[in-house]
């Protein structure tokens, strides 16, 4: 689960991390007088969305005057702001951070991950900040310093002053020794995937400030996060994936014309995998989950045909644990629920499999069968490929 | 013989009691697997299945001798039952649970050191030596008895492949699913290298998905080790960056995560390598035939 850069440095301050003076505004109003509360002559204005790179996109304003400040706001609250993670319909931007300028004498970089190769939480640190670290870690790979965490002790000081001097801050080790544990802290406690500073600065009068932020929580674990939970903003997520996850479903939006619906998320996937090879595309992934229900499967229907690209739709089941009767009643409950024009391709194999053949066989619908999963996958793009929807 | 499970496992079920678990031990034995008993605290001394209840799963190895555990609690819960296992001295637990938390993966990994249980999952579809011995939620009829060792993350596409072998006339010595989870317990390697130890495996299937280096590890592994054909294929070719898919440890963070990556680098390791999900058993049948265990005709030589 992601949160707004506001909501991040929110945690941070309340670890004692320390944070630029801000605070996030609705409108030009607010902006203005959350202006004049900090102080200061000169303010950034930040859009928050949950993509990154907004500066490229026009995300990040610096204003010289409250009369600036109040223009920027309100050309900023209501644009759709593009980056290279939002694709081109950009994300609506509803409110923006307005903080108080830093005099920036150094930027640095620190990050916590949870390692996939060595299982474990690790820190990241480097002397390039304020730029993306995968292009340090391709272009500067030696500018790069890494501390792994023994869940068993904690991270340790020495770890941190290692870094420190890793990074050129032999004269500021227990000021960054004091930041990086608060920051580990936060992300153990609050259960992160990750965390990332980037810049964490220096300023002018030798403090470290943390500039930008951005954590990521483990969904996981959100039942044991309750305050964290509560930092979700749905506006922020594809209106369709929050609906198909109320339904137990998991679905994600992709731009192709062939709607999955699949059980698993490895057959999901490997099921758009074939889509593709047989010169077809995706327009959706979704697992319908295990002992999914008839109600389920016409919930699935009603979602993947919500988008108006697709033009047909691939049902794919091995049902382990589910069974294809139930699978069988689901797509004849969805034809029932909706009148659905486009065609579609059904696989059933697994449990129950002759019994859901037998009720599709008997349903009168007009489907289209496969033998197997390459049947399946070719029938799904030759039947999409003659579909023009109106 | 096998890998990790056989016919002389002796097997007992974590929330033996509950409805998931008593389905599935119940499939379980009526096809071959050695059920001893069963833990669910607070209802030993009880009997279930016409097996014994323990309170505790030290209690349970002790009465009998079990050394594998199905683990059947909720998310929320699974690490306590797995270190409740481990510290009893299982040999084999098997994690279902889809959705335990990551850090509970984290220290339950450091618990582990200096200790020798083979953790197999989480979000794990289980481990199943077709007519010996099955600890899991897979359908164990389309599993059959033969000598092609089967490591996966996903349960579904374990089928899957299985499925187009059985097509082929070709079996399988044991079925791994290690889980869809970023942090895990037994990985693709040292599955491998079990497959290599075991006389009665002639080939591995492995089937990986984005996200993570398990499966270029496991690759670079056979390459310098490994005397057995790999075939191998990755899930997730047409699937965006940044976007979990599914299972926790799905996701595109970085280059070398994409399934066009791992394809290419376990090309480039001398791996059986599919590109079409379709022809993971027809590339098995080529991998056999190739290096003499399977004559063009299909029957084994």
Known sequence: ?390 | MSVFVDKGSRVIFQGFTGQHATFHAEDAMATGTNVVGGVTPGKGGSRHLDRPVFDSVADAVVETGADVSGIFAPPAVAMDALLEAIEAGVRVAVVVADGVPVQDMVRTKRYLTGRNTFIVGPNSPGIITPGECKVGIMPSNIYKPGRIGVVSRSGTLNYEAVSQMAKLGIGQSTCVGIGGDPVNGVDFKSVMQAFENDPDTDAVVMIGEIGGQQEVDAARWANQYMSKPVVGFVAGVSAPRGRRMGHAGAVISGDSDTAQAKLDAMEGLGLYVVRNPADIGATVARALEETGLRSPAGARS
């Not at chain 1, 792994?148 to 420190?164: N, S």
């Open chain 1, 1 to 390: 689960m992601n949160i707004h850069e506001y909501q991040a440095k929110e945690l941070l301050r309340q670890y004692g991390v320390p944070v630029p003076p801000g605070e996030v505004a609705y409108s030009d109003k607010a902006a203005a007088r959350i202006a004049e509360e900090i102080g200061g002559a000169r303010w950034v204005v930040k859009a928050q969305v949950h993509a990154g790179g907004r500066a490229k996109g026009g995300g990040v304003k610096i204003a010289k005057s409250l009369d600036e400040l109040r223009q920027l706001t309100d050309q900023m609250i209501g644009m759709r702001l593009v980056t290279a993670q939002t694709g081109d319909q950009g994300q609506l931007v509803q409110r923006v951070l307005v903080e108080r300028a830093a005099r920036i004498e150094r930027e640095l970089y620190l990050g916590l991950i949870i390692d996939r190769g060595s299982q474990r939480i690790t820190l990241i640190a480097s002397d390039a900040g304020g730029i993306d670290i995968e292009e340090v870690a391709h272009e500067h790979p030696e500018r790069i310093h890494k501390e792994v965490v023994d869940p068993a002790t904690g991270l340790l000081d020495f770890q941190c002053r290692k870094l420190a001097m890793a990074i050129g801050l032999q004269s500021r080790l227990s000021p960054f020794v004091r930041i990086v544990k608060r920051v580990y802290r936060l992300f153990r406690d609050k259960d992160a995937t990750l965390a990332e500073i980037n810049p964490l600065v220096i300023t002018d009068d030798g403090d470290f400030l943390a500039l930008d932020c951005k954590i990521t929580f483990d969904d996981n674990a959100l039942f044991r996060q309750g305050e964290v939970a509560e930092l979700r903003d749905f506006d922020e997520e594809d209106p369709k994936e929050v609906e198909a996850s109320g339904h137990g479903l998991n679905y994600i939006a992709l731009d192709g014309h062939v709607g999955c619906i699949v059980n698993g998320a490895g057959l999901a996937m490997a099921t758009m995998d074939a889509v593709v090879f047989h010169g077809g595309r995706p327009a959706n992934f979704l697992d319908v989950g295990g002992g999914a229900s008839p109600e389920k499967v016409a919930n699935a229907f009603r979602i993947v045909l919500k988008d108006p690209n697709v033009r047909g739709i691939l049902v794919n089941i091995f049902a382990g644990i589910n069974r294809c009767d139930w699978i069988a009643r689901g797509i004849v409950q969805a034809t029932h629920d909706q009148a659905i024009d486009v065609p579609i391709v059904v696989r059933l194999a697994g449990t129950n499999q002759e019994e859901g053949s037998r009720i599709l066989a008997g349903s009168g619908l007009d489907l289209i069968t496969a033998e197997d999963l390459d049947d399946a996958a070719a029938k799904a793009v030759t039947a999409t490929s003659e579909v023009i929807r109106v």
